[in-house]
């Protein structure tokens, strides 16, 4: 099969506009695409499709997919690169189908952008479908013609580590456990001589004293896992580490605060933040950044049982801050309390965790952008750009003294792991319980809770877990990269 891109006509008269390969093939075919195309009836829309069988004996099947407006760059009003999207989309929908017709092989236009072109087909054909026994027909796409091969290279990783993420979320919670995770991690990174991985028990986890993620891990059958990630991709290794840090709870029942029944299987996904976390440290790795990332993510289940954090009991985090756990659903925050401790270690140019944190972040902002809560305008800045790029969108949320005193205004304890008004700006007293875990002058916390799963709202994903976002972190990365190459 092959996808060929179109862009609408500026003008009323409907002829279509073709890019550069989409001319080439018409050359190759006589002009019969141009002219079946305008038979067809009005001008493509923007992701809409027109399948064309018999034009070319390498080709039986001709998808023509519409790509919108010819140069549609940065869209300030969207914060993202409108081409960019465009493609993305465009690609995915012709992909698809190619799928559909049930042909193994799709070259794909590069539209003017290969990496672009090979993120919406990588990203747009992935689908979970391990423990289904009828899968869909396994499409494998590759790039028409030679010109652009190594920005499409650039996309297939970007778009695989994506997928790795979504791979892991979507997992159900037995198959993904703590330490399965940790493997799964291990075996990727296993191939690169520069990366050091350390899975470490219970028993470590206890001689770092972090007494808050051990409180939440309690309640399980199965043991806490803290996973340790070294990349080294500096040629000074010494270097001050990126150090990305992910909350991995791979099930949360709530706990003793039990949540509702129904859609608590999502909760299998609650682990989000170490899977993009990791992802973006394979991808890293794939694409050799030269730049060390150090990415540490606690692993448990949330789990309700005799041993389980009960409301009100209080705990010491590895700073020896105590925390009243006011709502034991409130988990997340604190594993990532004794995490943060933990990255402050290793000197870093910047931390960075995500977290599918908080309810209140989906209602604020649903799936349209990750949140961010950061402490430096220069962090700030650069997740920004990066995440134009991807079309993968972070916000930035305050990170107010008005909010840190409403969970260190505490009875029992230093902070409360709830803020006193409950519900009022959960997502900012979630943030500001964090904050008193840092001392860092470079930290940026992504709440990605909204941007978990994708219904239809991303059109180059499937429904399903989103793996948001990770192109984000590695752009974000790559960028690091070269301001310190600069």
Same mark, same amino acid.
């Given at each position: 099969?092959?996808?060929?891109?179109?862009?609408?006509?500026?003008?009323?008269?409907?002829?279509?506009?073709?890019?550069?390969?989409?001319?080439?093939?018409?050359?190759?075919?006589?002009?019969?695409?141009?002219?079946?195309?305008?038979?067809?009836?009005?001008?493509?829309?923007?992701?809409?499709?027109?399948? @064309?069988?018999?034009?070319?004996?390498?080709?039986?099947?001709?998808?023509?997919?519409?790509?919108?407006?010819?140069?549609?760059?940065? =869209?300030?009003?969207?914060?993202?690169?409108?081409?960019?999207?465009?493609?993305?989309?465009?690609?995915?929908?012709?992909?698809?189908?190619?799928?559909?017709?049930?042909?193994?092989?799709?070259?794909?236009?590069?539209?003017?952008?290969?990496?672009?072109?090979?993120?919406?087909?990588?990203?747009?054909?992935?689908?979970?479908?391990?423990?289904?026994?009828?899968?869909?027909?396994?499409?494998?796409?590759?790039?028409?013609?030679?010109?652009?091969?190594?920005?499409?290279?650039?996309?297939?990783?970007?778009?695989?580590?994506?997928?790795?993420?979504?791979?892991?979320?979507?997992?159900?919670?037995?198959?993904?456990?703590?330490?399965?995770?940790?493997?799964?991690?291990?075996?990727?990174?296993?191939?690169?001589?520069?990366?050091?991985?350390?899975?470490?028990?219970?028993?470590?986890?206890?001689?770092?004293?972090?007494?808050?993620?051990?409180?939440?891990?309690?309640?399980?059958?199965?043991?806490?896992?803290?996973?340790?990630?070294?990349?080294?991709?500096?040629?000074?290794?010494?270097?001050?580490?990126?150090?990305?840090?992910?909350?991995?709870?791979?099930?949360?029942?709530?706990?003793?605060?039990?949540?509702?029944?129904?859609?608590?299987?999502?909760?299998?996904?609650?682990?989000?933040?170490?899977?993009?976390?990791?992802?973006?440290?394979?991808?890293?790795?794939?694409?050799?950044?030269?730049? =060390?990332?150090?990415?540490?993510?606690?692993?448990?289940?949330?789990?309700?049982?005799?041993?389980?954090?009960?409301?009100?009991?209080?705990?010491?985090?590895?700073?020896?801050?105590?925390?009243?756990?006011?709502?034991?659903?409130?988990?997340?925050?604190?594993?990532?309390?004794?995490?943060?401790?933990?990255?402050?270690?290793? =000197?870093?140019?910047?931390?960075?965790?995500?977290?599918?944190?908080?309810?209140?972040?989906?209602?604020?902002?649903?799936?349209?952008?990750?949140?961010?809560?950061? =402490?430096?305008?220069?962090?700030?800045?650069?997740?920004?750009?990066?995440?134009?790029?991807?079309?993968?969108?972070?916000?930035?949320?305050?990170?107010?003294?008005?909010?840190?005193?409403?969970?260190?205004?505490?009875?029992?304890?230093?902070?409360?792991?709830?803020?006193?008004?409950?519900?009022?700006?959960?997502?900012?007293?979630?943030?500001? @319980?964090?904050?008193?875990?840092?001392?860092?002058?470079?930290?940026?916390?992504?709440?990605?809770?909204?941007?978990?799963?994708?219904?239809?709202?991303?059109?180059?994903?499937?429904?399903?877990?989103?793996?948001?976002?990770?192109?984000?972190?590695?752009?974000?990365?790559?960028?690091?990269?070269?301001?310190?190459?600069?």
């Amino acid at each position: 099969g092959l996808v060929l891109g179109v862009y609408s006509s500026e003008k009323d008269d409907g002829a279509a506009q073709f890019t550069s390969a989409g001319d080439a093939f018409d050359r190759l075919v006589s002009g019969k695409l141009r002219a079946l195309l305008s038979l067809c009836g009005p001008p493509l829309k923007k992701g809409k499709t027109r399948v @064309f069988h018999g034009l070319h004996q390498d080709f039986p099947s001709v998808v023509v997919v519409g790509l919108g407006k010819k140069n549609a760059g940065i =869209n300030e009003q969207e914060n993202w690169n409108e081409g960019k999207e465009n493609i993305r989309t465009a690609v995915a929908v012709g992909c698809r189908q190619i799928q559909d017709l049930e042909i193994p092989f799709v070259e794909v236009d590069p539209c003017g952008d290969a990496q672009a072109a090979a993120e919406g087909a990588v990203l747009g054909l992935h689908e979970y479908n391990e423990l289904k026994q009828k899968k869909k027909p396994v499409v494998t796409p590759q790039l028409h013609g030679s010109a652009e091969s190594e920005a499409w290279q650039k996309g297939v990783i970007y778009a695989e580590g994506q997928n790795l993420a979504r791979y892991l979320m979507e997992a159900p919670a037995n198959y993904i456990t703590p330490i399965k995770f940790a493997e799964h991690i291990e075996q990727k990174l296993r191939s690169f001589s520069n990366v050091k991985v350390h899975i470490r028990p219970e028993s470590w986890i206890t001689t770092q004293e972090m007494g808050a993620f051990l409180s939440v891990a309690k309640g399980s059958a199965e043991p806490p896992i803290f996973l340790e990630i070294h990349y080294l991709g500096d040629a000074n290794t010494n270097d001050s580490p990126l150090v990305f840090v992910g909350k991995g709870v791979t099930f949360d029942s709530g706990g003793i605060s039990l949540k509702p029944s129904s859609g608590m299987d999502a909760m299998r996904a609650d682990m989000g933040g170490a899977a993009t976390i990791c992802s973006a440290i394979v991808t890293a790795a794939a694409l050799n950044l030269p730049l =060390n990332i150090v990415g540490l993510a606690p692993l448990c289940e949330n789990m309700p049982s005799g041993k389980a954090n009960k409301p009100g009991d209080v705990v010491r985090a590895k700073n020896g801050k105590t925390i009243q756990v006011d709502n034991t659903d409130a988990e997340g925050r604190l594993l990532l309390a004794d995490a943060l401790c933990y990255a402050h270690n290793f =000197n870093a140019r910047a931390i960075v965790n995500a977290a599918t944190l908080t309810g209140a972040m989906d209602v604020a902002l649903g799936s349209a952008a990750t949140g961010v809560f950061t =402490n430096s305008s220069w962090l700030w800045t650069h997740l920004y750009e990066a995440s134009v790029l991807t079309g993968d969108r972070v916000w930035r949320m305050p990170l107010f003294e008005h909010y840190t005193k409403q969970v260190t205004d505490c009875p029992l304890a230093d902070v409360s792991n709830i803020g006193k008004y409950s519900r009022a700006g959960g997502a900012c007293t979630a943030a500001a @319980f964090l904050k008193e875990f840092v001392t860092a002058s470079h930290w940026a916390h992504l709440d990605i809770a909204g941007v978990m799963s994708n219904k239809d709202e991303v059109p180059y994903l499937r429904k399903g877990m989103a793996g948001r976002p990770t192109r984000t972190l590695v752009e974000f990365a790559a960028r690091l990269s070269q301001d310190s190459h600069n």
